[in-house]
């Protein structure tokens, strides 16, 4: 950059358009504003990274349940509309916010610093979660090494941890089908192995007394945060790599649970269970709700990890095809990760003469108690058992490097001259902080602050995030001028669809999410313990300081203008003179000339002189400066 500033001043500036390259002197056409940002080595790293994020853990232990739980397979009616509806709206729009500034999401606030706070509300919410993210992870890899033996220590009764309760639920029927006796008075070795052996919960009183850290676990949570910094020590060059195994293998495992599955005897009953349609659960508000929230989650809208993600993508690249190849690609996977589930469950339910919902469980209950017990009944347990957790722990990794991405870049991104180029010790700091604070979470009451922290994290924090962000950009920015940004950059501009989604649609149904969260708020549980007083609120108020954070940053972004409180509004609400796309080539119309050093009053004709001509997205760039002249004519 100090190149070309120098050759600025060293000469008289010539209009590009009578320039030739031999004009330039010592400027360095190729010159990349953006170049020590980085970027992704291909347009495949970027399409499996976003895979790899949205398809995590949510799609197995998630998913299915609530499937079941709302209408087996009259549940996809309201899941297919809410994905139309909510959820591939606001990923087109988080890709394309991120990949037309190339920043991350608190610089990509130049486009109206009075919502700045909306991001660093993001980066308190993605820290929150990753911080107890990891720790599942770590639970994932203790479960990996224990199932490295010819016996699961789960499989039977009689351990040191076991009490009398423990019956071991295998061939539990008689010549008759009948049960011998009663299932829901024993504890199965499995349910006792997660709660007195992994966790240990009977060292804790509860919340408030987690007791002693339990350092198989500390270990583990070590080994998990080491592995997530290798991996995103060079930023998207070296997370880019990893994903082509972490996004693909999963699928892989899942066929094979699959087929596996399905093969078994009684596996019909499970997926039977899981698929049967029940038309009637539709006409309650819940089912809607249900499917809206499995949507939001799944998808990851308002982390700032696609955000992040489209960032490091080059200006052109075809977000709105890779856009519906993720979100469609993802419902998918959850609807199979579902038959490989209940078929096994099904299994499970023949050969416990139970009912198949009396062994269904969601969340950790279904990834650490159910399905490992069901692995015991199978032949070669311990191989199935490591594929099921070698899943999980590639399915987990690929949304944690998300969430640490979006946190360094985010920073890094706001003080780039002082951290850009240590990044990698940045990053080290980072994952060192989270590893301290995650700590609490390897007592023996570590469970119940990561329910809390699940509980309440990302609730409706979360949904306030994404509402403000749909409206800073529809409403403040305009959605015109949104629309018009997307067409210099893809070639073409977003349709009524999108349009209706962005403006009504999709903060309509994000408001109507947040409006039955409060009204249908219970207090978080485990089990059977119930959570005090003070533990509650603290959740509460973690949820609502990432909310203050957007208020906050508007107090920030006023104080910092001048006039009135109108005129500080005003200004505070207008982009900022440096917004618009990173690379100089890539700026036209309205983003002429906006970049610092920046001295060409046309950058299309870099694309001229660099390509020989003129490209479909030159032309576009023309017709967009044609449109912005007419507007302007029509408004003097």
Same mark, same amino acid.
């Given at each position: 950059?100090?190149?070309?500033?120098?050759?600025?001043?060293?000469?008289?500036?010539?209009?590009?358009?009578?320039?030739?390259?031999?004009?330039?002197?010592?400027?360095?056409?190729?010159?990349?504003?953006?170049?020590?940002?980085?970027?992704?080595?291909?347009?495949?790293?970027?399409?499996?990274?976003?895979?790899?994020?949205?398809?995590?853990?949510?799609?197995?232990?998630?998913?299915?349940?609530?499937?079941?739980?709302?209408?087996?397979?009259?549940?996809?009616?309201?899941?297919?509309?809410?994905?139309?509806?909510?959820?591939?709206?606001?990923?087109?729009?988080?890709?394309?916010?991120?990949?037309?500034?190339?920043?991350?999401?608190?610089?990509?606030?130049?486009?109206?610093?009075?919502?700045? $706070?909306? &991001? =660093?509300?993001? *980066?308190?919410?993605?820290?929150? #979660?990753?911080?107890?993210?990891?720790?599942?992870?770590? +639970? !994932?890899?203790?479960?990996?090494?224990?199932?490295?033996?010819?016996?699961?220590?789960?499989?039977?009764?009689?351990?040191?941890?076991?009490?009398?309760?423990?019956?071991?639920?295998?061939?539990?029927?008689? $010549?008759? &089908? =009948?049960?011998? *006796?009663?299932?829901?008075?024993? #504890?199965?070795?499995?349910?006792?192995?997660?709660?007195? +052996? !992994?966790?240990?919960?009977?060292?804790?009183?509860?919340?408030?007394?987690?007791?002693?850290?339990?350092?198989?676990?500390?270990?583990?949570?070590?080994?998990?945060?080491?592995?997530?910094?290798?991996?995103?020590?060079? &930023?998207?060059?070296?997370?880019?790599?990893?994903?082509?195994?972490?996004?693909?293998?999963?699928?892989?495992?899942?066929?094979?649970?699959?087929?596996?599955?399905?093969?078994?005897?009684?596996?019909?009953?499970?997926?039977?269970?899981?698929?049967?349609?029940?038309?009637?659960?539709?006409?309650?508000?819940?089912?809607?709700?249900?499917?809206?929230?499995?949507?939001?989650?799944?998808?990851?809208?308002?982390?700032?990890?696609?955000?992040?993600?489209?960032?490091?993508?080059?200006?052109?690249?075809?977000?709105?095809?890779?856009?519906?190849?993720?979100?469609?690609?993802?419902?998918?996977?959850?609807?199979?990760?579902?038959?490989?589930?209940?078929?096994?469950?099904?299994?499970?339910?023949?050969?416990?003469?139970?009912?198949?919902?009396?062994?269904?469980?969601?969340?950790?209950?279904?990834?650490?108690?159910?399905?490992?017990?069901?692995?015991?009944?199978?032949?070669?347990?311990?191989?199935?058992?490591?594929?099921?957790?070698?899943?999980?722990?590639?399915?987990?990794?690929?949304?944690?490097?998300?969430?640490?991405?979006?946190?360094?870049?985010?920073?890094?991104?706001?003080?780039?001259?002082?951290?850009?180029?240590?990044?990698?010790?940045?990053?080290?700091?980072?994952?060192?902080?989270?590893?301290?604070?995650?700590?609490?979470?390897?007592?023996?009451?570590?469970?119940?602050?990561?329910?809390?922290?699940?509980?309440?994290?990302?609730?409706?924090?979360?949904?306030?995030?994404?509402?403000?962000?749909?409206?800073?950009?529809?409403?403040?920015?305009?959605?015109?001028?949104?629309?018009?940004?997307?067409?210099?950059?893809?070639?073409?501009?977003?349709?009524?669809?999108?349009?209706?989604?962005?403006?009504?649609?999709?903060?309509?149904?994000?408001?109507?999410?947040?409006?039955?969260?409060?009204?249908?708020?219970?207090?978080?549980?485990?089990?059977?313990?119930?959570?005090?007083?003070?533990?509650?609120?603290?959740?509460?108020?973690?949820?609502?300081?990432?909310?203050?954070?957007?208020?906050?940053?508007?107090?920030?972004?006023?104080?910092?203008?001048?006039?009135?409180?109108?005129?500080?509004?005003?200004?505070?609400?207008?982009?900022?003179?440096?917004?618009?796309?990173?690379?100089?080539?890539?700026?036209?119309?309205?983003?002429?000339?906006?970049?610092?050093?920046?001295?060409?009053?046309?950058?299309?004709?870099?694309?001229?002189?660099?390509?020989?001509?003129?490209?479909?997205?030159?032309?576009?760039?023309?017709?967009?400066?044609?449109?912005?002249?007419?507007?302007?004519?029509?408004?003097?």
């Amino acid at each position: 950059m100090k190149k070309l500033q120098g050759a600025h001043h060293r000469k008289p500036i010539t209009p590009d358009l009578l320039m030739t390259p031999s004009d330039q002197g010592d400027v360095d056409l190729d010159v990349d504003f953006a170049a020590d940002r980085g970027n992704w080595t291909g347009k495949l790293d970027f399409l499996l990274s976003c895979i790899g994020y949205c398809v995590g853990l949510g799609n197995v232990w998630r998913f299915p349940y609530r499937a079941y739980t709302n209408g087996g397979g009259a549940f996809l009616v309201p899941y297919f509309l809410m994905l139309a509806i909510c959820g591939i709206p606001l990923f087109f729009l988080e890709l394309s916010l991120g990949q037309f500034s190339s920043l991350g999401p608190l610089a990509v606030w130049k486009i109206s610093p009075l919502f700045k $706070g909306a &991001g =660093a509300a993001m *980066l308190l919410i993605v820290g929150l #979660v990753a911080i107890y993210y990891n720790m599942i992870i770590a +639970y !994932v890899l203790f479960y990996l090494f224990a199932s490295l033996t010819s016996n699961l220590p789960w499989e039977h009764c009689g351990n040191w941890w076991n009490t009398d309760l423990c019956h071991e639920h295998r061939g539990s029927k008689d $010549g008759n &089908g =009948a049960l011998p *006796l009663n299932l829901t008075s024993t #504890v199965s070795p499995s349910e006792e192995y997660w709660s007195r +052996y !992994v966790l240990h919960i009977q060292g804790s009183r509860g919340i408030g007394s987690p007791g002693e850290i339990r350092w198989n676990l500390c270990l583990c949570l070590l080994l998990a945060w080491v592995i997530v910094f290798l991996c995103i020590l060079k &930023g998207v060059k070296s997370s880019g790599k990893v994903v082509y195994f972490t996004a693909t293998f999963p699928y892989l495992i899942l066929l094979m649970l699959l087929v596996r599955g399905v093969t078994l005897p009684g596996a019909w009953k499970g997926i039977q269970f899981y698929l049967t349609p029940q038309f009637h659960h539709l006409l309650s508000s819940k089912v809607w709700i249900e499917a809206a929230l499995q949507i939001f989650y799944s998808l990851g809208v308002g982390f700032g990890g696609l955000l992040t993600f489209a960032s490091y993508n080059t200006f052109h690249q075809n977000i709105y095809r890779d856009t519906f190849i993720v979100t469609l690609g993802n419902a998918i996977t959850s609807i199979l990760a579902g038959f490989a589930i209940f078929s096994v469950l099904g299994y499970m339910s023949q050969e416990l003469g139970v009912p198949v919902d009396q062994v269904a469980k969601a969340g950790p209950g279904l990834a650490f108690v159910v399905y490992p017990q069901a692995m015991t009944m199978l032949p070669l347990s311990p191989f199935w058992s490591f594929l099921f957790f070698f899943m999980l722990l590639t399915l987990g990794l690929d949304s944690q490097f998300a969430f640490l991405e979006t946190i360094v870049t985010a920073v890094t991104d706001e003080f780039p001259y002082y951290l850009r180029p240590k990044k990698a010790v940045f990053s080290g700091l980072i994952c060192v902080a989270m590893y301290l604070m995650g700590l609490v979470l390897t007592t023996d009451g570590g469970m119940y602050w990561l329910v809390l922290l699940d509980d309440y994290s990302a609730s409706f924090g979360l949904m306030v995030v994404v509402i403000t962000t749909c409206l800073a950009v529809t409403r403040v920015y305009g959605i015109q001028r949104f629309c018009r940004d997307i067409h210099m950059m893809l070639g073409f501009k977003p349709g009524l669809y999108f349009r209706a989604c962005w403006l009504f649609l999709s903060p309509a149904t994000l408001l109507a999410l947040l409006v039955y969260s409060i009204v249908k708020y219970q207090p978080s549980e485990y089990g059977s313990y119930r959570f005090p007083a003070w533990a509650e609120l603290l959740g509460i108020l973690m949820g609502l300081l990432s909310c203050l954070m957007i208020p906050a940053g508007m107090l920030v972004a006023v104080l910092q203008e001048e006039g009135s409180l109108w005129e500080r509004l005003q200004q505070a609400s207008r982009p900022t003179m440096d917004w618009g796309p990173s690379l100089e080539e890539n700026r036209t119309g309205m983003y002429v000339a906006t970049l610092v050093g920046s001295q060409s009053p046309k950058p299309l004709m870099v694309h001229m002189r660099k390509y020989g001509g003129i490209t479909s997205f030159e032309n576009t760039a023309i017709e967009v400066d044609r449109e912005i002249a007419e507007e302007e004519e029509s408004m003097m």
